[in-house]
Structures are given as C-alpha cells and as structure tokens.
C-alpha cells in the first residue's frame, strides 16, 4: 500500500512539475511577444499552444513510472477514439481536431482583425462611426459562422442535424427571451438610422447624459455626476429622446415678474432688451424677443408674488438664443436682468440641461 501511495505521490508531482515547466515558458514567451506587434488573441494562443509539450512530456514519464509503455497507452487510444469520436484511425482524429483548432484560432484572428480595422479605421463623422461598429460585429459573427460551417464538414456532420437542433432552441429561447430580442432589434436599428451618435447628450424620460456607446442590447450613458447608466435600447427605440447637441444653438427662456404699476412699456422692453443683448455669447441672430404673457393679480393665481407685493402684476416672456453647451449663459443672463431689474421675479421656464 505505500508503494503504491509513493507512486501516486509521484505521478501527481511528475505532472505538476511539467505543469508549472509549460506556464513557466508561457509566461516568459507571452511576456517577450507583448512588446511586438502581434495582436493580444495570437499573444494568448501562442502562450497556451507552449504549454502543451511540456505536458506531454509528463505523460510519458508517468506511462513509465506505471510500468505502462507509452506505445500501449497509444496503441489503446487507437482502438477507442475511432469509435468514440466515428473517425478511421487514431491519426485522423489528431489531424482533424488540429486542423479544427486552427481554424477556430483564425477565425477569432480574422474576426477581431476586420472588427478593429472597420471601427477604428472609419471616419470621424458621427454616423460613420455607428455604422462601423455594426458592421465590425457582423463581419466578426459572419466569420466565426464559417469557420463552425468548415468544422463540420471536416467532422463529416450534417448540417442538417445542428440546424434542427438549433431552430429548436431558437423556438424557445424567442418565447425566454422576448424583452433580450426586443432590445438586439432596437439597438441594430439605432445603429443602422442613427438618431443619435456616441458623444451626443441626450435626455430621456428619466436621463440625461452623453452618449458613451450603442450596443446592441442597451445604450450607455454618462450623467453629470459622473455615473453610466445601462438604458435598454427597446426604451430609446419606443420612447421620447431629446438630441441636445444636434444642432449649434438653442433657445432659452426666462419669465420675468414685475408689479403693474412699475411697468413701461418702451422703457421695460428696451431695458431688458439692452441688457440682454449684451450678456457676452448671447446669439444677436435670432434677435430677443420679449412679449406679454400674463396681466393678474398677486393673490389667487399661480404667478405669486413679487418680492411680498400685493397688488396686480404683469408676466412677461423673454427668449433668446444661446450657443449649445454653453448653458453658463443664461445664469448670467439671470444675474443682469436682476441688476436692471431688483424688484422683478425671474424663473428659467425651460431647463438648460444638466450640464
């Protein structure tokens, strides 16, 4: 009995010893090829491919410490993996699982090739970019459908066979999976029309934030403070999205309470006309315009008071346009109108963003 605990000992010490030889040369081959031009998959393929040598070795010096010659572990192997796997010999089955092996590797080598160069490659126009990264996916799930294809014909497998394996757990998975599809159909279709591009700030019934990527199951968001939100591309398909930075410029508006007896016309108008007009970056084309928008008393409407006034008020509407992104503008538009004007309510009637 303790020989034969000695001779496992032994076994699993051979094996891990040529285990830990073959990471040993990964890591130094892995770290010497970093620092070439090679791509990562190839990097990590290669590191995983030197390890198997050393492993082999350590087979064979365990076939000898067992007293079993690696010719009749061989000569084993050749009577059962014919039947297991349906191939002639034990030499086509070797020759037929590396040549599948080699053509899985580039695939995965061409996939992320051509999925690098179209995304990378493409221009720096807004839609080319949406269009880049739908088209780098679908070359890549193209390539590795060909490569299963190759597979299994050199397996001798119909396709008939995973066909209908696969059309049966298609049907069920569109039933488990109705919500996960739903958002694949709307997130290719965001793509493809391109409302909005990555780098747009955008508002949705609940956020707004800058459009960081456009998968195809959810869109990714940074909010002002500083969070990502996952949004779910079916709710960006079949709800109200606001593009924000489409366009140069947008108006802001500020409703302007003042009492009755206070107000002038010419005089209230060219004041905060003037005033402004010279609020630096506020746009002169479209000019301001101010209109009357409301007459009432400060009790029982829903204007309020002016500053503990009791008597009737007027409400008047300013709106001007301002560079987008520059929503700054319009707090110091707030903080002139109140110089020119102390004894006036101001409110921003329409949000300027968030950021």
């Known amino acids: 009995m303790s020989n034969q605990a000695t001779q496992i000992i032994i076994i699993i010490v051979t094996l891990l010893i040529a285990l830990g030889v073959g990471l040993f040369l990964r890591y130094l081959l892995v770290h010497r090829l970093k620092k070439t031009i090679l791509d990562n998959w190839l990097i990590q393929i290669i590191g995983f491919l030197i390890i198997i040598p050393p492993v082999i070795a350590g087979v ?135 409302p909005f591009h990555i780098g747009d700030m955008i508002s949705t019934d609940v956020y707004t934030g800058k459009v960081e990527d456009v998968q195809l199951r959810a869109t990714k968001l940074r909010i002002v403070s500083g969070e990502q939100v996952i949004v779910p591309n079916s709710m960006l398909f079949s709800g109200i999205v606001v593009n924000k930075t489409i366009y140069e410029e947008r108006r802001a508006t500020i409703t302007i309470t003042i009492p009755l007896d206070t107000y002038d016309k010419d005089q209230t108008t060219e004041c905060i006309l003037k005033t402004i007009k010279g609020i630096t970056d506020v746009m002169i084309k479209p000019e301001p315009t101010l209109s009357l928008s409301g007459v009432a008393g400060a009790f029982g409407n829903s204007t309020g008071t002016v500053s503990g006034y009791t008597g009737e008020i007027i409400t008047l509407t300013l709106r001007f346009w301002i560079p987008e992104g520059r929503d700054s503008i319009v707090s110091n538009a707030m903080l002139a109108l109140r110089t020119a004007l102390p004894n006036a309510d101001l409110t921003i009637r329409e949000p300027v963003g968030l950021l």
């Open 60 to 194: 064979i010096v365990v076939s000898f410490i067992i007293g079993v010659p690696p010719t009749q572990i061989l000569a084993y192997l050749q009577l059962i993996v014919p039947d297991i796997f349906n191939v002639k010999t034990l030499g086509n089955f070797i020759w037929q699982f590396a040549l599948s092996a080699l053509i899985i590797l580039l695939a995965i080598g061409v996939g992320r090739t051509l999925l690098k160069i179209v995304t990378v490659g493409t221009a720096k126009e807004h839609i080319g970019i949406n269009i880049s990264i739908l088209l780098g996916r679908i070359l890549y799930t193209v390539v590795l459908f060909i490569a299963v294809l190759l597979i299994l014909t050199i397996w001798n497998i119909q396709f008939g066979i995973p066909a209908a394996v696969i059309s049966v757990i298609t049907v069920g998975f569109t039933f488990v999976l109705q919500d996960l599809l739903k958002n694949i159909v709307a997130g290719i279709y965001l793509l493809i029309e391109g």
